[in-house]
Every structure is written in C-alpha cells, then in structure tokens.
C-alpha cells in the first residue's frame, strides 16, 4: 500500500480508518513518511498469521503528534511505530516506558491497552538480531566504533552495545560533545577490569581521519548510524584506506543498492551489510510486543526483499 494518511484521519475515533478493508489498527507516525516500508513487511506479518488487521502510514507532524497519540485508544488502535522526527519527542505524552528506552531516551514502538500507551524501543534489540543474523557473533564480544552516536539510531544502538556489555565502544560524532555526554551517560556499563590492553573500554572521539586511524586499530565492528551514504553523491565516511579485511562493517542506511561505505569495505576485503536487517528484527520485535507472539520472520523477509 503506498497510500499516506493524515493525523486527522485519527479523529472523530478514526471512523475512516476502522472503515478500510480490512481496518487500520496498526500505523508508523512520521513527517516525512511515504518513504516508510513498514507497511510493506508488517501487512505480510498481520496476512501470514490470519489477523484481520492493516498497519498504514501516517503523516503526523511535530505540532500534531501529541493529539494523535491521545487518539490511538479512541480510534481501536492496537500500537504504532515512531520515525523521525518523533521518537523523543513521544516520551512526555506516554504512561508507561520500558526500563530499556528510558535508558536509551527514545521509542520507536507504542503499544495501547485499555487506553494506556507505553513505550518501547526495538531499534538497539533489532540491531543485535542483526548482527547476529549477518556476521554470526554476538556484540558482547566485539569492539565497537558506532559513526553518528550522537543521538537517533546511534544512541539506540550505542546504548544496546553497552547494556549487553561490548569489550569496547567508540563513540563517533562530527560534534564530539554530543559523542562525550553520551559516554558520560554509558561510563557505568564500562566500570570492570573485563578488558586488558592498550586502550580504554570506552571512547568518544570527533569524526576526523587523525581520530578515526588511531581507533580502528582496537576496533571489529564499524557501524554506521548516520544519513550519510543515502545519496551517491555522499562524501566517504571512512577513507578505503583505513578500511582492513579483518574489519565488520554494517550500515544502517538501507537505500537502494550498495552505500559507498559497503562499496569500499567489500573492495579491502571486509565483510559489509546494510541495515534492512535491523529494519527488519526491529520490526519482528514490535509485531511480537503488539501481539504477543513470535513474528513470521520469513514472510516479512520475503515482503521487504520484493520491494
């Protein structure tokens, strides 16, 4: 489905909404939001179990989300998933927060029982089923340089790398400040004698080449949570010369194609992956939150490998 509803659609207990073949129960809020493939793989999860559901876009903007929260249990929805710009934002308006978004500051995915919203967020367990599925190891295991850990996606999976206990995290932003307070925020997962070697268990450091040569030597995993990458036109995260065969690289981007970093990593011999696989696990993980069941992960595969 490509068609994008509006926040208004919501009122009036979303009379329009519930009278849709089959009714809009689930949707993802966002400004701008036709881009979203959620639909694509989250409408195959709903027609695989038998549940007569759909999940739409909305076009909800800032002035408009809290509003459209509040009518959520008015509307019969069962939960909605969050995009840019919302998930902080949503926090205030919320009734409940898992204990693992509040520590990570955002939510992706509300879910609404008996008029209550709470909020979770997949995006940092998504990430490890990710990581997981690509490269076979678990994060615990690995030195991690997160690119754009400043806030969003970065601060998600920043944050899941340090909660599950990563040998090393380097914090990477174009504004180290916002790199710094979130290793501030992250120090007291790091506080063991677990790691011996030359370099501290956590860092943040700008996004510069000098910066970036001198980490990569204490580092497995390279991750990209920035935009940087969506467009050809992009300039390199890395330069390729920097990049080593016994390097991991995942980009969280998932435009179309090959993103330069994945380009360059591949060319010195490392292995790479983009982010529809965390796209997909952070969605298998709010279908399971909303429906209390596990998510049938090969037809939501399948519906986002066709698009």
């Known amino acids: 489905m490509s068609e994008v509803f509006r926040a208004e659609d919501l009122q009036d207990g979303g009379v329009a909404l519930k009278a849709l073949t ?17 639909p694509v793989f989250q409408n195959a999860a709903l027609k695989a179990c038998g549940i007569e559901t759909q999940y739409i ?67 940092g367990a998504g990430f490890l089923r990710a990581i997981r599925e690509e490269f076979s190891v678990d994060i615990r295991d690995l030195r991690v340089m997160v690119l754009g850990a400043g ?12 909660l599950e206990g990563c040998e090393r995290l380097v914090l990477v932003n174009r504004s180290v400040e916002k790199a710094t307070s979130l290793a501030t925020d992250l120090a007291p997962y790091f506080r063991s004698d677990r790691l011996v070697g030359p370099s501290e268990r956590l860092a943040a450091v700008p996004h510069d080449p000098a910066a970036l040569r001198a980490e990569l030597e204490h580092v497995d995993l390279i991750v990209n949570a920035t935009s940087i990458g969506m467009k050809r036109s992009d300039p390199p995260l890395i330069s390729q010369a920097l990049l080593t065969p016994n390097l991991m690289v995942y980009d969280a981007v998932y435009a179309g194609g090959r993103t330069r970093l994945i380009e360059d990593a591949l060319h010195a011999g490392a292995r790479a992956a983009n982010g529809l696989s965390m796209l997909l696990h952070q969605g298998a993980l709010a279908f399971e939150i909303w429906f209390d069941r596990p998510a049938p992960l090969a037809s939501m595969r399948s519906a986002l490998e066709a698009v």
Do not use: M
């Not at 089959?22 to 959620?38: N, T």
């Not at 806030?151 to 340090?162: E, L």
């Open 151 to 162: 806030g969003g996606a970065g601060r998600a999976i920043a944050t899941q790398c340090a």
């Open 22 to 38: 089959p009714p809009a129960r689930l949707a993802v809020f966002g400004d701008p939001i036709a881009q979203s493939k959620s």
């Open 57 to 123: 876009r909305l076009h909800v903007t800032p002035d408009e989300l809290e509003a459209s929260l509040r009518a959520l249990p008015a509307a019969g929805f069962l939960g909605v998933n969050l995009t840019y710009p919302h998930k902080t934002a949503a926090l205030p308006v919320l009734d409940a927060i898992d204990p693992a978004a509040k520590v990570i500051g955002a939510v992706n995915t509300i879910a609404v029982e008996d008029g209550r919203l709470t909020g979770f967020n997949t995006d």
